[in-house]
C-alpha cells in the first residue's frame, strides 16, 4: 500500500463526494471542485470517508495513489475551510488596491500593474500594503500568489518587492568604499 494513500479521507457534514468513472467531484458550503482521477485509481464513498484502492502494485500506480489522495484531501479542505496566502509590499510607495475583479499595484515601475483576478480567487488588501489572496483550490491560491510575487521579487539589497508573509530575503551587503 502505498503510506499515504491506504488513509481514508474523513467528510463532515456540509462536504459532499460524488464520484462517476473516473470524475470526481467534491461540494461544499462554500464552492465545489471537480477532477479527473487516472483509471488505475479508484475511489468509493461510505460512511462518511472516501477510501482509494488501486489496479497493481507498480511503482507508477502507488505514486498515483498517493497523489489522488491528497488532492481529494486538499478539495474537501479547500470547499470547507479555503486556503489563503498572505503577501506583504515593502518599498517606499509601494501598494495595492483591488477594484473589482482587478488588482491594481503600485510596485515602483512608471506604470501601475493591473492583475485580473481569476474566477474562483478572493483578494482582499488591508492597509494598502499587505494582499490576502483566499480560495478553494490550493494549487490555484498558490499560482496567484506567485505571479503577484513575480511581479516584483524581493531584491537582496534593500529588500524591497512583494514576498510571502513571514518569508526571510537574505540581505547581501552593499558596496564597500575603496581604500
Not at 474566477?119 to 494582499?131: C, L, N, P, S
Amino acid at each position: 500500500m502505498s503510506r499515504i494513500g491506504k488513509y481514508p479521507i474523513n467528510l463532515d457534514d456540509k462536504t459532499q463526494v460524488t464520484i462517476a468513472g473516473n470524475l470526481v467531484t467534491v461540494k461544499g458550503a462554500k464552492s465545489s471542485l471537480a477532477f479527473n482521477m487516472d483509471s488505475r485509481i479508484t475511489a468509493k464513498v461510505a460512511d462518511k470517508k472516501v477510501v482509494l484502492t488501486r489496479q497493481d502494485d507498480t511503482s507508477e500506480s502507488k505514486s498515483l495513489h498517493g497523489l489522488y489522495k491528497v488532492l481529494i484531501q486538499n478539495a474537501v479542505t479547500g470547499v470547507s475551510t479555503g486556503f489563503s496566502k498572505t503577501l506583504e509590499l515593502h518599498g517606499v510607495g509601494y501598494r495595492g488596491n483591488v477594484q473589482g475583479k482587478k488588482l491594481e499595484l503600485s510596485l515602483g515601475f512608471s506604470h501601475p500593474i493591473i492583475f485580473d483576478v481569476p474566477e474562483g480567487i478572493e483578494i482582499k488588501v488591508e492597509k494598502q500594503i499587505t494582499i490576502t489572496v483566499h480560495g478553494a483550490d490550493k494549487a490555484l491560491v498558490g499560482q496567484v500568489a506567485a505571479k503577484i510575487r513575480g511581479f516584483r521579487p524581493p531584491e537582496p539589497y534593500l529588500g524591497k518587492g512583494v514576498r510571502y508573509a513571514g518569508e526571510h530575503i537574505r540581505r547581501k551587503a552593499g558596496k564597500s568604499a575603496g581604500k
